[in-house]
């Protein structure tokens, strides 16, 4: 992890992404954001679960999760906590990572020729209650790729999709899958920066 | 490099790219695309300067130069040619890459508080004639950040910046320079892919 700019003060929160997704890791990293990593311990299948029963929408159901993950890990730890959830909106419709290769090539199917979106919640927690949150939303627009081309990129891409909601990953061969792409490249890759960098800066993680 | 997703049939033309930029590289590669590198062997900076000189725009100089680019390598080598080139632009003024930290840090002193432009142009040419070519504009705002901010900032990144118009990766620790970032990603590296893929599928290059 690279060094924070500055050495740190010492009225200056510890900041932990309670998250264990790597795409986020590096985002922080890359920013040159001092931090630790420690996942939430919260079932997020059946939260997502009794939230679907509940008739939330995607987006919701981001803000939800991603809220569930901070408070969990801020009400055990001290410090500034980051919880972050994605979802997949398809007309209203919440996409889950697909099991199985098969899994993947149905979801790829349904998408394609069609506009969804990304909801990528944040929540900034502190002493197990939110001090801050956001959601922001992508829209990406498949094009009518072919059933040939659809095999071959199965086949190239492997398991690794599987990792993904959605089948892809759009900083790798996933970029062909698509004709159009509206929204900032860190909210795609979960972990949207500008508003989050913000609240840093005010927290004194990060220098002004 | 990664392999093309399915044999290239026999009327498919070879991609070159005209341009010696690892970010282009690393995009196209990251994307699945078989090309190989050739940078174009012309005089840059006498054909900018011209341009200048005529009281040309940033963005009609991007284009001259990705056109230049393209052109000159496509003259002498068969198959299908990308040039691309990128501009910064404050106001209608357009900035240079810096050749030492102490013009670097004028640079983003002139640019703290404002709004420019990247202006990343793209030009597809065979035979020495160009086919396609569009460019793709960025708007990135960089917030009031403080001089103290900015000398560790100068310290930190050292003369990697200096690779960099604009003297920032946003890509690296460069996105804590930014408060509103608007423009593809891969447009703001300096390679937009959405209309470029298009095109290689139209050729052939890539699986429909």
């Not at 901070?70 to 001290?78: D, E, F, K, L």
């Not at 500034?80 to 994605?86: E, F, K, R, S, T």
């Not at 290769?101 to 002493?127: C, F, N, P, W, Y």
């Not at 094009?143 to 659809?150: A, G, I, K, P, V």
């Given at each position: 992890m690279?060094?924070?700019?500055?050495?740190?003060?010492?009225?200056?929160?510890?900041l932990i992404l309670a998250s264990g997704s790597m795409?986020r890791r590096?985002?922080l990293t890359?920013?040159?954001?001092?931090f630790g990593v420690d996942p939430?311990?919260?079932?997020?299948?059946?939260?997502?679960?009794?939230?679907?029963?509940?008739?939330?929408?995607?987006?919701?159901?981001?803000?939800?999760?991603?809220?569930?993950?901070?408070?969990?890990r801020?009400?055990?730890?001290?410090?500034?906590?980051i919880?972050?959830?994605?979802?997949?909106?398809?007309?209203?419709?919440?996409?889950?990572?697909?099991?199985?290769?098969?899994?993947?090539?149905?979801?790829?199917?349904?998408?394609?020729?069609?506009?969804?979106?990304?909801?990528?919640?944040?929540?900034?927690?502190?002493?197990?209650?939110?001090?801050?949150?956001?959601?922001?939303?992508?829209?990406?627009?498949?094009?009518?790729?072919?059933?040939?081309?659809?095999?071959?990129?199965?086949?190239?891409?492997?398991?690794?999709?599987?990792?993904?909601?959605?089948?892809?990953?759009?900083?790798?061969?996933?970029?062909?899958?698509?004709?159009?792409?509206?929204?900032?490249?860190?909210?795609?890759?979960?972990?949207?920066?500008?508003?989050?960098?913000?609240?840093?800066?005010?927290?004194?993680?990060?220098?002004?």
């Amino acid at each position: 992890m690279k060094p924070a700019i500055r050495p740190q003060k010492q009225d200056v929160p510890a900041l932990i992404l309670a998250s264990g997704s790597m795409a986020r890791r590096q985002i922080l990293t890359g920013a040159g954001v001092p931090f630790g990593v420690d996942p939430a311990d919260i079932d997020e299948e059946a939260l997502k679960q009794d939230l679907l029963a509940k008739g939330q929408t995607p987006r919701v159901i981001a803000q939800a999760l991603a809220q569930a993950k901070a408070i969990a890990r801020s009400s055990q730890t001290p410090g500034l906590v980051i919880g972050a959830d994605q979802t997949l909106d398809l007309d209203g419709i919440l996409f889950n990572k697909a099991a199985t290769m098969a899994e993947a090539e149905a979801s790829l199917r349904q998408l394609r020729g069609k506009t969804h979106q990304l909801h990528s919640a944040t929540v900034l927690a502190r002493d197990g209650e939110p001090v801050w949150q956001e959601v922001v939303t992508a829209s990406l627009t498949m094009r009518e790729f072919s059933d040939q081309f659809l095999a071959a990129y199965l086949q190239d891409q492997g398991p690794a999709i599987l990792s993904c909601v959605g089948g892809y990953q759009l900083e790798a061969q996933g970029v062909q899958l698509f004709e159009q792409i509206e929204g900032d490249y860190f909210t795609i890759l979960g972990l949207p920066l500008s508003g989050l960098l913000a609240q840093l800066r005010l927290y004194g993680v990060l220098d002004e």
